[in-house]
């Protein structure tokens, strides 16, 4: 029985990069980075506003 390939699209890859994950510690890092505010700082934005990468960047004044 065959099987049916998948196809691979960019929504999921998108929706993913859409969103700041509060406890990996590689994405809060990154985050700190790009806006110039510390880490414990963007983990307080994140629990704050949510996940949303364009709402917690707002709340880091960037």
């Known amino acids: 029985m065959a ?3 998948k ?3 960019a929504r999921g890859r998108k929706q993913d990069r859409a969103k700041v994950a509060g ?3 590689y ?3 990154y985050e ?3 806006t110039g505010k ?8 994140v629990k704050k506003v949510g996940n949303a990468r364009k ?8």
Do not use: D, H, M, N
């Open 7 to 9: 196809t691979k699209t």
């Open 55 to 62: 709402r917690v960047e707002k709340r880091l004044g960037r």
């Open 32 to 34: 700190a980075k790009k």
């Open 38 to 45: 510390s880490a414990p700082a963007v983990k307080k934005a």
């Open 3 to 5: 099987v049916a390939k």
């Open 23 to 25: 406890g990996q510690r």
């Open 27 to 29: 994405e809060v890092q």
